[in-house]
């Protein structure tokens, strides 16, 4: 049964750079065919998928965020990580990693989120 847990900070302040890591148990993020997602959730808003790395670490972000965002992954420990540069308090949200697999828009493994908090 595949795990996922995130990790990292709880406070960020303004402008610094926002990093999570993703630990996965169960599942290896080199096989099979999904793809390793961010996603989150802003304080009274919808979820929102940030980006995601592939089995063959090719990554994909969204439009709106790719300039600030960075997927990449720790093969040896079976993890991959979120970088977001340049954080606002609009950044402030529930963090999670996902599994997804090629195909779907479904995501059937789940991290049990992180909160990040912007603040000076």
């Known amino acids: 049964q595949v795990q996922l847990q995130e990790s990292g900070p709880g406070l960020v302040k303004p402008s610094q750079t926002l990093s999570l890591t993703c630990t996965v148990s169960?599942?290896?993020?080199?096989?099979?065919?999904?793809?390793w997602s961010w996603i989150r959730q802003p304080p009274g808003k919808g979820l929102e998928w940030l980006g995601h790395?592939?089995?063959?670490?090719?990554?994909y972000y969204s439009p709106d965020l790719k300039d600030r965002t960075s997927v990449s992954r720790n093969v040896s420990k079976n993890q991959f990580t979120l970088q977001l540069n340049s954080v606002t308090p609009e950044d402030t949200a529930v963090y999670y990693c996902?599994?997804?697999?090629?195909?779907?828009?479904?995501?059937?493994?789940w991290g049990q989120g992180t909160q990040v908090t912007v603040s000076s």
């Open positions: 790395i592939s089995v063959s670490a090719a990554t």
């Open positions: 996902a599994r997804r697999r090629y195909g779907t828009y479904e995501y059937d493994a």
């Open positions: 169960g599942d290896s993020i080199t096989t099979g065919f999904y793809y």
